[in-house]
């Protein structure tokens, strides 16, 4: 029995991978990223998050009472990070659309605030609304980790998007330093 359910699981999730398309902006059952500019070349892995439908429709809380729909924020995303359908408390695409419909709609009402309420909130509702991985205590601090750790680069420059930035200004930061200490 648990050969079956495993087997159906990874079939669900190949799946849906066979259908992300990053050209297209397509992530179906995923948490996309994308740095926002300064706050990720400062802390780069802090940045923008979204969540997609079924079909890979981002949906992201972009301000004040608006969540956005296919026009990130900050950009097309630049990471990713696939969820597994099949972990959804109700299963199946229904409760995952579902899900972050109703998170999406709540968000429509709420104000943004980039420490407390924002698009890493907007995301762990959708997340605690679905009981993903049976849990309801999905937040933006435990989202920001997972997605540090689980998200992969939509190509090498996402990566540079995401990381240069930084690393040039730790390059200038180490040789001013080291040319103060050289004097």
Request: proline share 1%.
């Given at each position: 029995m648990a050969d079956v359910v495993e087997k159906d699981t990874m079939k669900n999730y190949h799946i849906a991978s066979e259908k992300i398309n990053p050209e297209a902006g397509r992530y179906p059952y995923c948490i996309v990223w994308t740095p926002i500019p300064v706050l990720s070349w400062l802390l780069p892995f802090i940045g923008h998050m979204g969540i997609c439908t079924s079909t890979g429709v981002i949906r992201d809380f972009a301000g004040p009472y608006f969540v956005s729909e296919d026009n990130m924020a900050f950009g097309r995303p630049t990471k990713y990070w696939m969820l597994d359908v099949s972990k959804v408390y109700a299963s199946g695409s229904n409760a995952w659309d579902t899900a972050v419909h109703d998170a999406s709609e709540e968000?429509?009402?709420?104000?943004?605030?980039?420490?407390?309420?924002?698009?890493?909130?907007?995301?762990?509702?959708?997340?605690?609304?679905?009981?993903?991985?049976?849990?309801?205590?999905?937040?933006?601090?435990?989202?920001?980790?997972?997605?540090?750790?689980?998200?992969?680069?939509?190509?090498?420059?996402?990566?540079?998007?995401?990381?240069?930035?930084?690393?040039?200004?730790?390059?200038?930061?180490?040789?001013?330093?080291?040319?103060?200490?050289?004097?």
């Open positions: 968000y429509k009402h709420r104000m943004h605030n980039l420490c407390c309420d924002n698009c890493h909130s907007h995301v762990a509702m959708a997340l605690n609304l679905m009981r993903y991985e049976n849990s309801t205590s999905w937040n933006m601090v435990k989202l920001c980790l997972l997605a540090l750790i689980h998200g992969k680069h939509v190509s090498c420059a996402g990566f540079l998007k995401t990381w240069l930035p930084f690393l040039m200004l730790m390059g200038i930061i180490l040789t001013v330093a080291l040319a103060l200490n050289l004097r």
